[in-house]
């Protein structure tokens, strides 16, 4: 079963500064989909980035960037420039690429705050 | 971009009461549906997939009879709360996709919180 790991259950930086969020998954697949999706106190579900396992350059949306590194099975996600309204939780999430419906399996998110 | 909504954003119940929640895709069509749960602090757990004009495929542990799920449309999903207990409070979650299938984007409704006293 796929899985993904998410070992900062909260994190901090100062606005402006630049912080990683780390996520890390276990799938046999060779093709899928990585996304992180924040989630403010509305709760809506917001996604920030989305990367295809089979592109090695890495996506950058803004401010925000990650880090995939496909044989460590590592998607880590860099916040540069914070800003207060990145404050939020974070979900890292994967999904299958197949041609009927495909489910995202989530991270247990890691909480970012940012301070003044 | 493509909206999702969800209604109602909060309901609050008697414990035995059914309680309806829809999702619907507003301008586009929603081949496939996903509910989710979510605890206070906690992630978002899948409960089940519905495809229209066929039967939810249901997670493993979340009951079919409580949870009824109806995707009668490309445009609407129901999930029905029978016979609602305490233990049934959560947060619900409601994410569609649009066709081609294979473009992956989800797009979330805004959520429903449950209460159940």
């Known amino acids: 079963a796929q899985t993904v790991t998410q070992s900062q259950p909260e994190m901090s930086v100062q606005e402006a500064e630049t912080v990683t969020l780390s996520c890390t998954y276990d799938?046999?697949?060779?093709?899928?989909?990585l996304f992180w999706y924040k989630q403010p106190p509305s709760r809506q579900m917001i996604l920030v980035i989305r990367q295809e396992a089979y592109k090695q350059q890495n996506a950058t949306e803004n401010r925000f960037s990650v880090n995939f590194q496909k044989a460590a099975k590592s998607f880590s996600l860099k916040i540069s420039d914070s800003q207060l309204g990145d404050a939020a939780m974070y979900f890292c999430a994967y999904t299958i690429v197949t041609g009927t419906a495909s489910k995202l399996t989530f991270g247990t998110g890691t909480r970012l705050q940012v301070t003044l | 971009g493509a909206v999702v909504s969800q209604h109602p954003s909060r309901v609050i119940c008697k414990s035995g009461t059914s309680v309806k929640i829809e999702c619907r895709s507003l301008d586009f069509q929603a081949t496939t549906m996903f509910w989710y749960r979510q605890f206070p602090k906690q992630s978002l757990m899948l409960m089940a997939t519905s495809n229209e004009g066929s039967k939810a495929t249901y997670e493993q542990g979340v009951e079919k009879d409580k949870f009824l799920i109806n995707h009668a449309s490309l445009t609407l999903s129901t999930l029905t709360v029978t016979s609602a207990h305490p233990e049934d409070s959560s947060f619900y979650i409601c994410s569609a996709r649009g066709r081609p299938a294979y473009n992956e984007k989800l797009f979330f409704g805004s959520g429903t919180q449950l209460s159940v006293l």
């Open positions: 799938t046999s697949e060779s093709d899928y989909y």
